[in-house]
């Protein structure tokens, strides 16, 4: 149990094209969803914060016109990277938590790169 | 505010042989605490984790960690290591609404045949 799936895992794209990534819940409804980055050799960095139906709440240094959340539904979170640029390739990490339960659960993350 | 800090950015060990983790965090309320394993090109799997009870918890590959709340420690072992244990392993804390994750930095772990 508590599978989150992420799709795509990996994409390729040209400078100032949006991409989106999905995230998904597979076996368990997620009423918070969370975006992290982790560059290469560090640590995960937490982007934003999702609850469903609401507006997603980032965090500090996070451009919320560049990097758009849409929690639309108890099993779905999508991350648009608009206009990206050679700086904002990386590896994307969503993770889920169900209501009550202490923990996260992540997916495989998607590799971002932007040429 | 909460930060955890992996004092081991890598870990060479042979195989069979035994291995520790380092973690050590600060915390001005009550802490959960977390190992998550990243193996390359994949996300974050829950290694295990401490709520309350216990201050000893397992994971089923061998793995177990101590919360020690006078050291501020959340070391993770396991007496004998495995080719396939080789990857990255994070720590991390949450405050109580497990909304909030700060994660150390990471240890690669790399088990040698």
């Known amino acids: 149990g508590a599978v989150v799936s992420q799709h795509p895992s990996w994409v390729i794209c040209k400078s100032g094209t949006s991409v989106k990534i999905e995230c998904r819940s597979l076996d368990f409804q997620a009423t918070t969803m969370f975006w992290y980055r982790q560059f290469p050799k560090q640590s995960l960095m937490l982007m934003a914060t999702s609850n469903e139906g609401s507006k997603a709440t980032y965090e500090q240094g996070v451009e919320k016109d560049k990097f758009l959340i849409n929690h639309a539904s108890l099993t779905l979170s999508t991350l648009t990277v608009t206009s990206a640029h050679p700086e904002d390739s990386s590896f994307y990490i969503c993770s889920a938590r169900e209501v009550d339960v202490k923990t996260q659960y992540f997916g495989p993350g998607t590799r971002l790169l932007v040429l | 505010a909460q930060s955890v800090t992996q004092l081991d950015s890598q870990v060479p060990v042979f195989e069979e042989a035994p291995v520790e983790l380092r973690c050590n965090y600060s915390?001005?309320?009550?802490?959960?605490l977390f190992w998550y394993v990243q193996y390359p090109n994949q996300g974050l799997q829950l290694l295990l984790k401490y709520l309350s009870g216990s201050t000893l918890v397992e994971s089923i590959n061998g793995f177990e960690a101590e919360f020690n709340k006078s050291q501020t420690s959340f070391h993770l072992r396991k007496p004998s290591v495995h080719i396939s244990d080789t990857a990255e392993y994070f720590c991390a804390v949450s405050g109580g609404d497990f909304n909030k994750f700060y994660f150390g930095s990471g240890t690669k772990l790399n088990v040698k045949p």
């Open positions: 915390s001005s309320v009550s802490v959960y």
